[in-house]
């Protein structure tokens, strides 16, 4: 079956964050919704067939993860990435951030310091605040129109810190890291004894031209690595809330397991279970064609960008539907530039200050969407920057 991407499917009162938060986030509801990321498309058939079939039987008791859901996991990340995993390896999880949270607590006392590569994810921030842990910032470098990690930088940090948070592949900024980078990284964590918990829920929206690497794959049983996953972004099923943790080394496993206990987070929800089984199991000819649809997305809108206003710089993405607007050009202050774009554009974004040093004078928009409403607001775009002059 061929997906249709360009369907019209109107959100607005579906309780949908990126309609039915405007006014409260924007102070308007006139602004095409280009922020939060969940896709504006249906998910595979697959998915909502198997949600339909569970919910055909009228009781939601308590429920458990099924060996089938493992196993669906399991062969997703083999055939997809080339990457085994253990069966008793994996956790399950209600989300990626209240993992990052978990393994804060888990693997860091108070106090003790965990680093970031901003400019990134706000939760990777503020899941090391809210957990009293220390931030320790390494920030990524922009040269050249493309982000590296600082690795010498890194290595200061490691020294005084027991964990790295990375994000791989890297939002905002769209980097897929190569197998180079990653190396080093996983060095200097063996240098400094440095647990890495690496966020890789955008690993399969990669785009031709770059390959993504599981650090997990370059790793040995010695490594203190943890690997986040999830169908969520990949499928559109972030509001069903479910992930995985894969966590090879059993200390780190029994300490996240009982920081896990300590809050009761070890509940199925019947809905989650079903959609991400079937996600994993069926939906990998959904993807295939849903990356061509993204991939003409973005080659739209830098081909626009770099058209029509080229005061606005695309920093060219390896991965994920978010692109990393640079909009120095523009010459606005932060609060202006966000009041820019909400009140003459009329397109709601992500404020790159909120991604922490380096996102000042960014923003971050959302092409999960009909190539229609791209047009439309990129023409939005066009029309507010050239009154600007
Ligand atoms: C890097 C990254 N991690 C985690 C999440 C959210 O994960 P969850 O909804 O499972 O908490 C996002 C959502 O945008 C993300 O970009």
């Known amino acids: 079956m ?55 039987h009228p009781v939601f008791g308590y429920s458990l993860f099924p060996d089938s859901l493992y196993e669906a996991m399991i062969r997703w990340f083999q055939t997809r990435q080339e990457w085994t995993i253990e069966r008793d390896w994996i956790l399950m999880a209600p989300g990626v951030v209240p993992s990052l949270h978990g393994a804060a607590m888990a693997f860091a006392g108070p106090g003790e310091g965990i680093i970031i590569q901003p400019p990134v994810y706000p939760p990777f921030f503020s899941s090391v605040k809210k957990t009293r842990r220390r931030l320790i910032e390494n920030p990524l ?58 966020d890789d829920v955008h690993c399969d929206l990669v785009y031709p031209g770059a390959t993504h ?104 993405p390896q991965g994920t539907y978010l692109l990393w607007l640079d909009c120095r050009k523009l010459g606005l202050a932060d609060d202006e530039l966000k009041a820019f774009f909400i009140q003459r554009a009329k397109v709601g974004m992500n404020p790159g200050s909120s991604f922490g040093e380096g996102g000042s004078g960014f923003m971050r928009m959302n092409i999960g969407t009909r190539r229609a409403v791209l047009v439309q607001a990129l023409d939005q775009i066009q029309r507010a920057v050239s009154a600007l002059r």
């Open 2 to 56: 061929t997906a249709d991407f360009d369907q019209e499917l109107p959100r607005e009162h579906t309780g949908s964050v990126k309609f039915d938060a405007r006014q409260a986030v924007f102070g308007t509801d006139d602004v095409i919704p280009m922020w939060v990321a969940d896709m504006d498309f249906a998910v595979p058939e697959a998915i909502s067939r198997a949600l339909m079939m569970r919910a055909s």
């Open 141 to 198: 470098v922009l040269e050249n129109g493309r982000y590296r990690m600082d690795l010498d930088h890194l290595e200061r940090c490691a020294a005084d810190a027991r964990v790295l948070f990375l994000c791989s592949p890297h939002n905002p900024v769209g980097r897929v890291w190569d197998r180079n980078e990653l190396e080093a990284v996983l060095a200097i964590a063996r240098r400094h004894d440095l647990t890495i918990v690496s």
């Open 213 to 316: 690497t599981m650090l997990a794959g370059l790793a040995t049983a010695q490594d203190k690595l943890v690997t986040a996953v999830a169908p969520s972004k990949t499928f559109n099923i972030a509001g069903l809330g479910l992930s995985a943790l894969v966590v090879p080394d059993p200390t780190l496993r029994h300490g996240l397991k009982q920081v896990f206990e300590s809050m009761h987070m070890a509940q199925a929800n019947p809905f989650s279970v079903a959609a991400f089984e079937a996600a994993y199991r069926e939906g990998g000819p959904w993807l295939d064609e849903l990356l061509a649809y993204l991939q003409e997305n973005y080659r739209f809108a830098c081909d626009y960008l770099r058209d029509h206003v080229p005061q606005i710089e695309l920093i060219e």
